[in-house]
């Protein structure tokens, strides 16, 4: 679904705070303009695909003006829309094995015998492969944009690269700044502080199935690109979200210590992938999260790499799924009082994309828990030995 309505599944970014609204209004609704839609007629030219952007909620519209744009004074909104036409390739195969038939036919009718060359293949193929795109229909797919260049939060409700690609480049033109796709490393700065975030970089992950060692990184890790950085701190997302889970059970309220005003449950599926290995787990149902076999796949070295969660803060509830390896999350489920039919475009979008980031910063709130006692050799080395008693005694049993 798209930002308007519905559950919430957009690949967040960030911009630096002040970056990319500098410009002026009438110099973002010019470089709007200029990267609005066009559409594609296959009847009338040979362009296959066309992308740009549209007014958000009137996807025909493409005559942009500042209130269409604006909400809130803060929140940026538009809708990028994709068409595409193509001829499929089954489809061009039967119909030229028909034209081949009728030209052969022809040639015969002429007197004209023997195969017909590679050159005529070509061109009976090229002519049927246009013929075919005339009578096309393009296939339309919309893409929400919401920027909110207060928080220098910007949410793209597209997942395929090709279409993230092009957003990229879009928002580039128009604001003059790259948006950072999130992601675990930036997750972990946001939520502590670029000091610990880098102390990440040196430490090794360790499933909860072995006795405990701390095992720390010995080669240099200082000037490593962003990159390598995301690569480096892949299995922190897991050990997280396995941290969140263990320590939520232990509390009888689902909280953490320093998150008392916050309650997690683990929902409907869990899924858990082997740190050193290609063993995955996958459970579903009501009952996902309270399965024995959650701690057999620990015990063989699995960690939790996703989950679908519900976090209850200050009597409103946000169900979501969570990539623990990216930090993303989808299938946003906001507090449904606040998602009502009738509001306006402006006030829906200053609804839910406030709790949006209210559930960001919720998440960022357990990461920096996590943080704080993983960086202690002393308090981790206690959990972690709380936990291996825990999915080592399934084994005894």
Known sequence: MGCLKGKMSAVGYSVRVGEGVNASDADILEKLLRNRFSELDPAKDDRNYSAGCV?????????????????????????????????????????VEKRVREYAAERS?????????????????????????????????????????????????????????????????????????????????????????DQFLSLSVLPFGGVWEDLREKSAVSDLSLASKIKRVEWFGPEFLTYLFFRCTESASGSLEGVDDVSVSFVDSVSLES???????????????????ILTALREGQLLTGATL??????????????????????????????????????????????????EVILHRLLGVYIRERLSSLAWRSFHNRVHAAVTSVEQE
């Open 55 to 95: 007014v958000l909620g009137e996807h025909l519209n493409s005559d942009f003006t500042l209130p269409q744009i604006y909400f809130a004074g803060r929140y940026i909104g538009f809708t990028l829309r994709e068409d595409a036409a193509k001829v499929s390739g089954a489809q061009l195969k039967l119909y």
């Open 109 to 197: 009718s002429a007197g004209e015998f023997g195969l017909i060359s590679r050159s005529e293949l070509r061109e009976l193929k090229e002519n049927v492969r246009i013929e075919l795109f005339r009578k096309l229909t393009p296939t339309i797919r919309m893409f929400d944009v919401i920027f909110d260049t207060e928080g220098g939060r910007v949410w793209f409700f597209g997942k395929s690269k090709k279409v993230r690609e092009v957003f990229f480049e879009l928002f580039q033109d128009i604001f003059g700044v790259s948006p950072v796709e999130d992601n675990l490393y930036s997750a972990l700065e946001r939520a502590s502080t670029p000091t610990e975030a």
């Open 275 to 293: 740190v050193c290995g290609d063993d995955q787990t996958t459970l579903k149902g009501t009952d996902a999260g309270n399965r024995p076999e």
């Open 310 to 359: 519900s976090v209850l803060h200050q009597d409103r509830v946000w169900m979501f799924s969570l990539d623990a390896h990216t930090f993303q999350v989808s299938g946003v489920k906001v507090p449904s009082e606040l998602d009502e039919d009738d509001d306006s475009a402006e006030q829906k979008i200053i609804d839910r994309f406030s709790l949006l980031e209210t559930l």
